[in-house]
């Protein structure tokens, strides 16, 4: 008989069972840990820990995961956006990495009762399969983050400075290419799976072309933000802000918060950074833009930083 034994004692009347088998781990523990990027300071991100049978077997206690974003590991360590945004925030327009959620198991929860997975452990991609399809979203949001990179449906180009609104146009096509695995359906309920894809493609699109952008064209940049009624090119991107109520668990909502921020604040001092330090000031100009269920923890994490920074 075997007995698998979990840290947290509490049961809770609904909620999802994550269980599985791991192939050839030494480490006799998992660990279940919460992520939210708006939350990145936050030290209390484990829910639980469950021992690892002598056959690889495993099974958490039913948690309330419903719109959570959480990984995997057996390893007890911070969830990877928080070891580098809580030490170098300014580093937020980066491109994303899809190891962050490829290297171990990480699940977007919606109302699964049990979610069941074979385990295969590695050093760098580890893998997953769902014997029982009770995984097959968290598969599938594991196919998307490893294909992310991956630029075949258009002519993109972030390699070069190529005329940008052609560029524009060529990332419009593989944003509707990579949007295609979404069902748009479900995206207008805003903690739906499908919602957290979209928000992440959507996006991530938007980050990384604007990444290159502000690089390759630094002049429309100045010009924008010192005289932005002259030309809206620049400025439409952070109309999207509002546009669509974004997961709150995603990333890319995350950087693009943080961009959008930097952007109101670009405005008022008439130049171009990518990042501001936390301030009074900071803080203030995000409680007048912004909106939707992360402003309040946003603003909290500026409180935070500017704590840690005096």
């Not at 490893?146 to 419009?172: G, I």
């Not at 501001?276 to 939707?292: D, M, W």
């Amino acid at each position: 008989m075997v007995i698998i034994l979990s840290c947290d004692d509490k049961t809770e009347k609904s909620g999802t069972i994550i269980s599985g088998k791991i192939n050839q781990t030494e480490s006799p523990t998992v660990y279940l840990n919460e992520i939210n990027h708006f939350d990145n300071l936050n030290e209390n991100y484990t829910i639980d820990s469950t021992s690892i049978s002598k056959n690889g077997e495993f099974k958490f206690k039913k948690h309330n995961l419903n719109s959570k974003l959480v990984s995997i590991a057996t390893k007890k360590f911070k969830p990877f956006t928080y070891q580098i945004y809580s030490s170098a925030p300014q580093t937020y327009f980066f491109g994303n990495c899809e190891k962050f959620f490829t290297s171990i198991p990480t699940f977007y929860i919606t109302n699964e009762k049990s979610i069941n997975i074979n385990w295969i452990e590695t050093q760098s991609i580890d893998s997953i399969n769902s014997p029982n399809n009770t995984g097959i979203q968290q598969i599938k949001l594991r196919e998307f983050y490893l294909n992310s990179n991956k630029l075949d449906a258009s002519k993109l180009d972030y390699d070069n400075k190529l005329d940008y609104k052609t560029n524009w146009e060529q990332m419009l096509i593989e944003k509707e290419f990579d949007l295609k695995i979404v069902d748009l359906d479900n995206i207008k309920n805003e903690n739906s799976f499908d919602n957290y894809l979209y928000s992440e493609i959507y996006l991530g699109h938007l980050n990384t072309f604007l990444n290159w952008f502000e690089q390759n064209f630094p002049e429309k940049v100045e010009n924008s933000i010192k005289n932005p009624k002259s030309d809206n090119f620049y400025s439409d991107f952070f109309k999207e802000y509002d546009k669509h109520k974004w997961n709150s668990k995603s990333l890319e909502y995350y950087k693009f918060t943080e961009r959008y921020v930097n952007y109101i604040m670009n405005i008022e001092s008439k130049s171009f950074e990518n990042y501001y330090q936390p301030t009074g000031n900071k803080r203030k100009l995000a409680e007048k833009v912004l909106s939707g269920n992360n402003r309040e923890l946003y603003l909290k994490l500026i409180d935070q930083r500017i704590k840690n920074v005096l």
